[in-house]
């Protein structure tokens, strides 16, 4: 299956096995966007966690239009809105459909929970990657700004 081999490559699901991929594609619900689309815009609540299966989203930081800027664009096999499954708060950004087409899988927060209940082992390692990702964002950040006081 498709899903499940770009799965594979998603570093939040690193250390999954080939049977929780499965489930976890299972779960999955395929949209598409067309260029200018807004998939969810800053502010608004978090409940889905998407994968980019074909094309290229823009991350736009700002939620006044005048002032807000890309701040990244990402494409085939990356994630964004993770932090809903953490928390419940309102999206950190706008995510705009930035090619002619983007395919995106959508896992639900309520179907991720349900599935880390049924299998604890991918709840661990989903959340456990997660905070391995954050906590390198936050020492960059940190020594970032360290480096820039001196």
Do not use: W
């Amino acid at each position: 299956m498709e899903l499940v081999d770009l799965l594979k490559g998603v570093e939040l699901f690193s250390g999954l096995n080939e049977a929780q991929l499965n489930h976890l594609a299972a779960i999955s619900q395929p949209v598409d966007f067309v260029a200018g689309d807004v998939v969810f815009a800053q502010g608004e609540p978090g409940n889905n966690l998407y994968v980019i299966r074909e094309g290229q989203v823009e991350v736009i930081v700002g939620e006044d239009p005048e002032t807000a800027r890309s701040a990244i664009y990402l494409g085939r096999g990356q994630i964004f809105g993770e932090m809903a499954l953490i928390d419940y708060g309102e999206r950190s950004a706008t995510i705009r459909c930035a090619s002619k087409k983007a395919s995106l899988a959508v896992i639900k927060r309520e179907d991720f929970e349900h599935l880390c209940q049924t299998d604890t082992a991918i709840g661990y390692i989903a959340m456990r990657n997660m905070a391995m990702d954050l906590s390198f964002k936050l020492r960059h950040r940190n020594l970032k700004s360290e480096g820039s006081s001196q």
